[in-house]
């Protein structure tokens, strides 16, 4: 059945609610009018993103990040301000402390190599 295009990820509910009534793929990708590829590729997509989600990892966009992209992950940004603000400080404190610990190498190098 031939259509405009229109993504597929407008259509989620109504494929997820088709998986759950049992439909194979098949079915739902004639009901809908897309190809059964789309259609598989959007499932593998969505099951990816939601192990990630569970697994708690972040989830990263495509392409160059925007001027006010703070660099927190969706999972934080739900939380209120202080979350965000003790995440970003938790952040901090531990880029420092590696900071510190590859100075402390590196002056351990030079005293082992002699040099000061």
Known sequence: MPRSYQHISDYENEILE???QGKSRKE???LLG???KQLQNFI???NKKQKMLEA???IHKKGRP???DKGIP???QRLDKLAQMRYVMAS???YIKRLEMENELMRDFLSLAERK
């Open 66 to 68: 925007g001027k006010n």
């Open 74 to 76: 969706p999972s934080i």
């Open 56 to 58: 708690g990892q972040a």
């Open 34 to 36: 897309f190809s059964q």
């Open 92 to 94: 901090k404190d531990r």
């Open 28 to 30: 739902i990708s004639e």
């Open 18 to 20: 088709l998986r759950k």
């Open 44 to 46: 593998t997509r969505y």
